[in-house]
């Protein structure tokens, strides 16, 4: 039997917040409590001074993706080393269904890489052609597999987006069996005419990005999403939410009472627009989609973050390298040098979301210690899945945990990160708060800046039903 005490920190839950040790048997919590004996065969860590917190939960991550041409620089073992080291010990990232292709064969295929995991991972699955077989195959993975959660897309015509039809019928089944319809809200039909007449007319720098995708197509596209999901009586998830425009429509169903879900991201929380007016090597780093907005904008994602009309705070980690040099043109932002309308969509941000968010969300004083687990931890393990195993300190849980030091200060430097990527969103932002060791079921995988944590680490998660909390 392996005993592991953490002793004398301070345990935040999304309720609770007090001094105690904690007992790790078997990669389980065993017990909770005061002045515990450590005994002789324990390995002791002393928590004082430092927060001891559940695991991070990132319920959405692209490793080792194919995003039409280009695909994403991190591998399961980087990317999921890279989480670690930001106190992440879940993800729930996403696999794809090949357009045209199968359901399972998209599975089969995430599955084998995700093999080489070094924390914990389940996975949702992306559904890029819809037809019968495909309904009959997503229901096949939601019981059998523990998938029980699928994104469409409402954008990309012909490469990745699902029409209303569509969506209503999945949402339909997905709710009736247990699952959870989470939806990226644009409106592509008319975005694709916004890029088009941007090349036509020879606007081909970065800066046309955020014009291209205005706020009013993510509102329109997450009103229409809602509508769909009440006519299909199915809860709903909006994916990486960036407009005030969204806010509004989601926060008025929840207000009805309708079961609508919905994440945003650091990068929305902390970036404006103004970043696209850089020279396009810079502004590069910031082509993802939905676009960062205005700080009218941001200050309303705040807002739902502090009324729960946003629940969840994701990465949405999809990174492309700057460079062509860093790992080879395939994997950068170089696909779209001539034009914006060709540079893979997606950016990085696994291994900085708690020091981030606690920095400039806790530390400022816009939301509490709890609601800063409940955010990156709690809620994202309950909406999909995964309570009580992830999500929390509780004895009988999956002994996740995180010792992070509320005081240390320091700077954000991409090479300093494990991911791939060549760069950071963040680069030269003075944070306080740091990781300093990560516990994942009770094996210490992060001690300060080394690493021994392995690839084939992870355990592959079968979720129970998605969409409660
Ligand atoms: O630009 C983004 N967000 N890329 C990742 C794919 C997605 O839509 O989540
Ligand atoms: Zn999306
Ligand atoms: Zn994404």
Not at 295 to 307: I, P, Y
Not at 407 to 419: L, M, P
């Amino acid at each position: 039997m392996t005993r592991t005490l953490i002793q004398g920190g301070r345990v935040i839950t999304a309720t609770d917040d007090y001094r105690a040790d904690v007992l790790i048997e078997n990669g389980r919590v065993h017990a909770i409590g005061l002045d515990f004996e450590a005994g002789e065969d324990a390995d002791v860590h002393d928590a004082s001074g430092l927060l001891v917190l559940p695991g991070g939960v990132d319920v959405h991550t692209h490793l080792e993706a194919e995003v039409g041409p280009a695909m994403t620089v991190d591998t399961f073992e980087s990317g999921t080393t890279a989480a670690a080291f930001g106190g992440t010990t879940t993800l729930v990232d996403f696999a794809q269904q090949p357009h045209g292709g199968s359901v399972i064969a998209g599975l089969d295929d995430w599955q084998a890489r995700a093999s080489r995991a070094c924390v914990d991972v389940g996975a949702h699955m992306i559904i890029t052609t819809f037809n019968d077989q495909t309904l009959a195959d997503m229901k096949s993975i939601l019981r059998s597999d523990g998938v029980t959660s699928f994104k469409m897309f409402m954008v990309m015509p012909g490469i990745m987006m699902i029409d209303d039809a569509e969506l209503y019928r999945i949402m339909r089944m997905t709710g009736e069996n247990g699952g959870l319809s989470c939806v990226h809200a644009e409106n592509g039909l008319l975005i694709d005419v916004l890029i088009k007449e941007a090349v036509a007319q020879g606007r081909n720098e970065v800066l046309n990005h955020p014009k291209v995708h205005p706020a009013s197509t993510e509102g329109e596209a997450a009103y229409r999403a809602i509508q769909i999901s009440k006519l299909a009586e199915a809860p709903m998830y909006v994916v990486h939410v960036s407009s005030q425009d969204a806010v509004r429509h989601i926060a008025e169903a929840r207000d009805e009472g309708t079961p609508v879900y919905a994440e945003t991201c650091p990068h929305y929380l902390f970036l404006t627009e103004e970043l696209y007016d850089a020279p396009d090597a810079e502004a590069a780093k910031y082509t993802m989609i939905p676009p960062l907005r205005s700080k009218e904008h941001q200050d309303a994602l705040w807002r739902g973050l502090a009324t729960d009309d946003l629940q969840i705070i994701s990465t949405d980690h999809c990174p492309f390298c700057l460079e062509e040099k860093s790992w080879g043109l395939k994997y950068s932002k170089a696909l779209g040098k001539e034009s914006f309308a060709q540079m893979p969509n997606g950016a990085p941000g696994v291994e900085t979301r708690l020091p981030l968010i606690y920095d400039g969300g806790v530390r400022t004083g816009r939301m509490s210690l709890n609601r800063f687990v409940q955010l990156n931890s709690t809620t994202p393990a309950k909406l999909f899945g995964l309570f009580p195993r992830k999500g929390t300190i509780a004895v009988g849980s999956d002994a996740d945990i995180v010792l992070f030091d509320p005081e240390e200060r320091w700077t954000i430097r991409a090479a300093e990160h494990h991911s791939r990527i060549d760069y950071s969103l963040f680069e030269g932002r003075e944070v306080t708060g740091r990781v300093k060791k990560v516990f994942l079921r009770g094996q210490v995988i992060v001690d300060g800046d080394r690493w021994l944590g392995r690839a084939g680490g992870g355990e592959y998660l079968p979720r129970s039903n998605s969409g409660q909390v």
